[in-house]
């Protein structure tokens, strides 16, 4: 349900949540593993992480690690990890540069393209076919200057599921484009290794009905957010900077150079999209947010936190500390409280579920959504 008035009293029910074991049991995690993460599009990095041919990052996606790498006709190619030998990792460090992928085991070599181009007396074995014996390809695309990858052997459609999902929210996908968050640089990131199941953050970012007791930086930039409606619960519609804030950062003050092609409407406005299951995106006047979130137990979840600004205040070593404060700030309060929410999940109060108020009513289809995914 999408709430279309804020001034319009709602029929003020409560709605339930899903059981505190949805949260807990490691078998509804593993098939979240293997039903949402290895069949839906994930955001893993930030193309520009991978700048140059031979360099690679390694990412967690569902169950399986991939390695994400560029090709040396400069493409984003994504693999399985899994040597096609006897299974050994092919690359062992979280990040680094190849001129090719050598299993450390018995040095099969594959080249940027996942093709097997050596091992130890491989032409004596002119039966192997290379082709078949390449590193497992994954599909993979790039999109607002990220690489999106999807384990699945049939991806659903990038189009309709997350520029979908874009569009559901913005009402259309074009504002988004006026960010230009494909050209933008990262000016700071942080990591944060959050105990608490991966949907109690979704959820979190999802409403604002906690704002005012936990986010008073945030509240103070954006006034209408004490009252506890979040963004997200209009379609298209942002939610507008105080009359005396003169940008989006931790006391109010100026941020930045803006975005140049912003729209008036976006001015003095901020915007948050949630693009599932992994994604959170917070635009405002003169920088992007970008969270990626790689879910590691049924209680524990990684979240990769980029702020993006215009590339020239990126390279001047413009001061964005106030900028980057104020939601680092609004991170750690978020997720401080699924951290003290996670271990009441497996309380027998909780067994039924909680509650929902009106202004968190549309978690719900966040809710369908996870619930159709994981059905038969
Ligand atoms: S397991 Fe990789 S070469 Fe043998
Ligand atoms: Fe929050």
Known sequence: MIIDQLDQPLPGSLRRTPPGSAYTDPGVFAREQERIFETTWMCVVRSGDIPRAGDYKLVQVGSEQLIVSRNRRGQIRAFFNVCRHRGMRVCTEDAGSRRTFQCGYHAWTYDLDGRLMAAPNLTKMPDVDADEYALRAVSVREWIGYVWVCTADEPPSFEETVLGEVATRLGVVEPLDNYQIDELAVGARVGYEVKANWKLIVEN??????????????????????????????????????????????????????????????????????????????????????????????????????????????????????????????????????????????SRVYRDGGALVPAEHHIELFHEWVEQMLAD
């Open 205 to 346: 970012f999802m409403e604002c009905y906690h704002c005012a007791t936990i986010h008073p930086e945030l509240t103070e930039v954006i006034p209408e957010f004490a009252d506890g409606w979040a963004a997200q619960t209009h379609v298209g519609r942002g939610a507008p900077f105080g009359d005396d804030i003169e940008g989006f950062t931790v006391d109010g003050s100026a941020g930045v150079a803006a975005l140049p092609l912003i729209a008036p409407d976006q001015e003095r406005n901020y915007y948050a999209i949630t693009i599932r299951p992994n994604v959170f995106i917070n635009m405002v006047p003169d920088h992007v947010i970008v969270h990626r979130m790689f879910p590691t137990s049924e209680s524990s979840t990684y979240v990769e936190c980029d702020w993006l600004f215009l590339p020239e205040v990126v390279e001047a070593g413009v001061d964005v500390t106030k900028s980057v404060e104020l939601f680092d700030r609004v991170n750690r309060q978020d997720f401080d409280a699924c951290e003290k929410t996670q271990p009441a999940m497996s």
